[in-house]
T-cell receptor, first 112, second 115 residues
Framework: AQSVAQPEDQVNVAEGNPLTVKCTYS??????LFWYVQYPNRGLQFLLK??????LVKGSYGFEAEFNKSQTSFHLKKPSALVSDSALYFC??????????FGAGTILRVKS | DTAVSQTPKYLVTQMGNDKSIKCEQN?????MYWYKQDSKKFLKIMFS???????INETVPNRFSPKSPDKAHLNLHINSLELGDSAVYFC??????????????FGPGTRLLVL
């Protein structure tokens, strides 16, 4: 079965600093990986996905993610964090039937 | 224009009651899903329908019955509600089930509280 792990429950970063939210994956075959963000009392918003091609994927709101096959990682990054980026971030992997298997989520707190 | 909408947004009910949550998407997608997010924010798929046909049923109790009257709607009916059913239920949709790179778009969620 496909799975993803988000090793950090929470990430704290100062506004203006770069941020990284970590995700590692375990799949058989080619991985199809996704990042979603959930703001308080809101639904999940799609940020970006890796299917194939360039290892650096650019997404919404200035976020990007780096696919690393040797380290089986798909970390989410942003060069300069905003307070408004504070939210719950989910990494996910596609499994059979196109269902998404989510990680446990990482709370990102950006302080001014 | 909301792409994936759910009603109601909040649902508070007593144990043993039967309730329904409705989902509609105006994206023209063929596939719709129900996910459950528990109190620890863990998300897990429950069902998936492709063009009104059930394709995923993730060992969900029989008390949960999805119904898809057409490919733009996927409703979730829950019988004999239990305390453990309290959660946030998210509907999602994507273009097609067989295409692995398809992005799923989520609704705003329905917060169910069973007392």
């Amino acid at each position: 079965a496909q799975s993803v792990a988000q090793p950090e429950d929470q990430v704290n970063v100062a506004e203006g600093n770069p941020l990284t939210v970590k995700c590692t994956y375990s799949v058989s075959g080619n991985p199809y990986l996704f990042w979603y963000v959930q703001y308080p009392n809101r639904g999940l918003q799609f940020l970006l996905k890796y299917i194939t091609g360039d290892n650096l994927v650019k997404g919404s709101y200035g976020f990007e993610a780096e696919f690393n096959k040797s380290q089986t990682s798909f970390h989410l990054k942003k060069p300069s964090a905003l307070v408004s980026d504070s939210a719950l971030y989910f990494c996910a992997v596609r499994e059979y039937g196109n269902k998404l298997v989510f990680g446990a989520g990482t709370i990102l707190r950006v302080k001014s | 224009d909301t792409a994936v909408s759910q009603t109601p947004k909040y649902l508070v009910t007593q144990m043993g009651n039967d309730k329904s949550i409705k989902c509609e998407q105006n994206l023209g997608h063929d596939t719709m899903y129900w996910y459950k997010q528990d109190s620890k924010k863990f998300l897990k798929i429950m069902f998936s329908y492709n063009n009104k046909e059930l394709i995923i049923n993730e060992t969900v109790p029989n008390r949960f019955s999805p119904k898809s009257p057409d490919k733009a709607h996927l409703n979730l009916h829950i019988n004999s509600l239990e305390l453990g059913d309290s959660a946030v239920y998210f509907c999602a949709s994507s273009q097609a089930a067989g295409v692995s790179q398809e992005t799923q778009y989520f609704g705003p969620g329905t917060r169910l509280l069973v007392l």
